[in-house]
């Protein structure tokens, strides 16, 4: 390139460093008093050349390159790095998918100033934490036991073991010899009978060969009835033996076709608390029937025992039906119920 060119190219006021004005009398003053030689080989002084100038600009492009590297790791760096947090996690509680690189025990280091070969890494087996089952500790004091309940039932068996019952804890029972026919049977005929806390007589239970009785005709009123499930009569199985509490009022009978010449009935009850065949406990008129009831050994007649000296032993039928609420009713009805031969 010929100088002019390079002084037109160098004129740019970017890229020209500032120089010293020259003197123009100077100048022309060389003009005309000598010839000047011009040559493309002397470098005009402050002229900076095309090649410098893209070398600078390579110099300018780079540096920011390298800047916009370091912000960009940097950047990179600070997203990689997590919350800090004060506790640190617990050690076993986190498991490792890859091997850790651990440095080989055999490796010797050489005298030399060659570095020396790369460790061997040994994959360490990774194994999962098996929790240790918890184990309860042991109550410090044993659990207080619960209260021991007193037996509020005690039960009597008569001598040859079919006939037995129970009655409550406090009550009392007297066995005594029972009627008997024929002669060499006394031992299989008991009388029982059944006192309660305060010494009362309040029921019999008879078990034996031989007994009697009689009947008549009679208005029943039943209050309360039950089946006794331990005791079934060889009379007839298909007739229940049960627990009964009703009245009885004496009544006229009338056969068909008769005129009556006495229609009233007394009209004092019999109260009465027994147990005997269900066909034999039904209400209205009908006959009294006994509390007798067959069983394999005998007779079995159980009943209960009101105070003689009232007469009726309630004054009226509401009286009656209110002691069916009191616990002296609960118990008789329970010491009938338990009542099984065997």
């Known amino acids: 390139m010929d100088p002019i060119k390079n002084q037109i190219s160098a004129i740019d006021p970017l890229t020209i460093d500032p120089v010293t004005e020259p003197n123009g009398e100077e100048a022309l003053h060389k003009i005309l008093s000598g010839s ?37 790791a940097g950047v990179l760096v600070a997203a990689n790095f997590g919350t800090v947090t004060s506790t640190p996690a617990p050690a076993n509680t986190v498991t490792s998918t890859e091997a850790t690189p651990t440095p080989s025990a055999s490796v010797t280091p050489t005298p030399t100033a060659t570095p020396s070969a790369t460790p061997t890494a040994s994959p360490t087996p990774t194994t999962t934490p098996v929790p240790t089952p918890t184990v309860p500790a042991a109550p410090t004091t044993a659990p207080a036991a619960p209260p ?14 079919h006939l037995s019952f129970t009655y409550p804890v406090g009550w009392s029972v007297r066995a005594e010899q029972g009627p008997y026919d ?26 034996g060969n031989y007994a009697d009785g009689t009947g008549g005709w009679v208005k029943r009123t039943v209050y309360d009835r039950a089946t006794v499930p331990g005791v ?10 049960q627990f009964g509490f009703f009245a009885h009022q004496a009544a006229m009978m009338v056969h068909p076709g008769e005129t009556p010449s006495i229609a009233e009935m007394d009209q004092t009850p019999t109260y009465i608390m027994d147990v005997r065949l269900a066909s034999e406990m ?20 159980a009943y209960a025992i009101f105070d003689p000296a009232k007469q009726p032993a309630f004054a009226t039928p509401e009286a009656a039906k209110a002691w069916m609420k009191t616990t002296q009713y609960a118990q008789l009805k329970a010491l009938f119920l338990s009542l099984s031969y065997k």
């Open 148 to 161: 021991v309940q007193a037996p509020t039932l005690q039960t009597f068996t008569f001598p040859d073991g």
């Open 36 to 72: 000047t030689v011009y040559s493309d080989s002397r470098p005009l002084a402050g002229v900076t050349s095309l090649e410098g100038r893209r070398r600078r600009k390579a110099q300018i492009a780079g540096g920011l390159l390298l800047g916009a590297a370091a912000v960009t």
């Open 282 to 301: 039904q209400s209205g008129e009908t006959g009294s029937g006994i509390n007798q009831v067959r069983v394999p050994n005998g007779i079995m007649s």
């Open 232 to 241: 079934v009569s060889t009379t007839s199985a298909s007739d229940p033996v």
């Open 182 to 207: 024929p002669p060499g049977t006394a031992e299989a005929s008991r009388i029982v009978t059944v006192f309660d806390a305060a010494g009362a007589e309040v029921a019999r239970v008879f078990n």
